[in-house]
């Protein structure tokens, strides 16, 4: 069964930099979209970013772009988010998410179908 297990969550203040991982194991990835999401209590969930696991190609909401930057380690399995610049607007917990994907998913909008527990992100002003 696929498994996706974030960590790296905190505190830190405005302008500070946080590192996300996302552990995956269950199967190989290859064919996968990887994606970051982000929530707080009776809000919609965000999307941030995402990468074709394959083709390591990015994309991200406009909101984070230039400041969050996604990547993944294929020999490790692992999914990171390095955030940078950090605003309070940023705090919510964030999950890692997955899905089979081929080269017509639009990985914005598309339904993912893995996801982690979430690890809670907190920027203080």
């Known amino acids: 069964q696929v498994q996706l297990v974030e960590s790296g969550g905190g505190l830190v203040q405005a302008g500070g930099s946080l590192r996300l991982s996302c552990a995956a194991s269950g199967r190989t990835f290859s064919s996968y979209a990887m994606a970051w999401f982000r929530q707080n209590p009776g809000k919609e969930r965000e999307f941030v970013a995402a990468i074709r696991w394959g083709a390591g190609t990015t994309y991200y909401a406009d909101s984070v772009k230039g400041r969050f930057t996604i990547s993944r380690d294929s020999t490790k399995n692992m999914v990171y988010l390095q955030m940078n610049s950090l605003k309070p607007e940023d705090t919510a917990v964030y999950y890692c998410?997955?899905?089979?994907?081929?080269?017509?998913?639009?990985?914005?909008?598309?339904?993912?179908?893995?996801w982690g527990q979430g690890t809670q992100v907190t920027v203080s002003s």
């Open positions: 998410a997955g899905r089979f994907a081929g080269p017509g998913i639009n990985l914005r909008t598309t339904d993912y179908t893995y």
